[in-house]
């Protein structure tokens, strides 16, 4: 079946590092691909997202690119802050809406 | 982005009693409502997919009868958790989505603590 596999965390790194979050998928057909972030109490939010290969999804300075023929959506960062800790998952969603989600990283920023 | 309101966003019961956990879509009409479960320190899993005046679908392994989900109008679903014991204890987040839309907008999350 549809599964996503994310690099296990904690993640530590301190301000202004470089990040990386790597991410694989598989699915049949042609899934759309999604980051969220969820901070300390509270719920999921969508942070990017990518719905055919190629598509380079980006916001707040984190970027994915879909890469079909690796089948990944590795998550980067050039410059993290101690506001970017959190945990974040990377899913994915086929033609029937059904969103799965990888185990979830979580971000350790420090100053 | 469309907004889902979820309430309450914690709640401690007693061992026994029923929970009930509303989720609102603020300003779309949610024809379908995703509800997950969420164990510390792991990922979301799907319990049950509703479409508006229909019955759940309940993932496989989720007990409908203790979970029961409740679908009345396009902007309102309900989950409630009957006779519900400590290991029901978890973060429940909801997720609405527009007919013909192609994301899921996600609420808050409610943290239930059962005691």
């Known amino acids: 079946g549809d599964s996503v596999t994310q690099m296990e965390g904690p993640v530590t790194l301190s301000e202004e590092a470089f990040l990386t979050i790597n991410c694989t998928y598989t699915a049949t057909g042609y899934p759309s691909l999604f980051w969220y972030v969820q901070y300390p109490g509270e719920g999921l939010q969508l942070l990017l997202k990518?719905?055919?290969?190629?598509d380079k999804g980006s916001n707040k300075g984190f970027e994915a690119t879909y890469r079909k023929e690796t089948t990944s959506f590795h998550l980067e960062k050039g410059s993290v802050q101690v506001s970017d800790s959190a945990v974040y998952f990377c899913?994915?969603?086929?033609?029937?809406?059904?969103?799965?989600f990888g185990a979830g990283t979580r971000l350790f920023v420090k100053a | 982005g469309a907004v889902v309101s979820q309430h309450p966003s914690w709640v401690i019961c007693k061992s026994g009693t029923s929970v009930k956990i509303e989720c609102r879509s603020l300003d779309f009409q949610a024809t379908t409502m995703f509800w997950y479960r969420q164990f510390p320190k792991q990922s979301l899993m799907l319990m049950a997919t509703s479409n508006e005046g229909s019955k759940a679908t309940y993932e496989q392994g989720v007990e409908k009868d203790k979970f029961l989900i409740n679908h009345a109008s396009l902007t309102l679903s309900t989950l409630t958790v009957t006779s519900a014991h400590p290991e029901d204890s978890s973060f429940y987040i909801c997720?609405?989505?527009?007919?013909?839309?192609?994301?899921?907008?996600f609420g808050q999350g409610t943290r239930l603590t059962v005691v």
């Open positions: 990518a719905t055919k290969a190629d």
């Open positions: 899913a994915l969603k086929t033609g029937g809406f059904k969103t799965i």
């Open positions: 997720s609405g989505r527009q007919a013909g839309g192609t994301e899921a907008f």
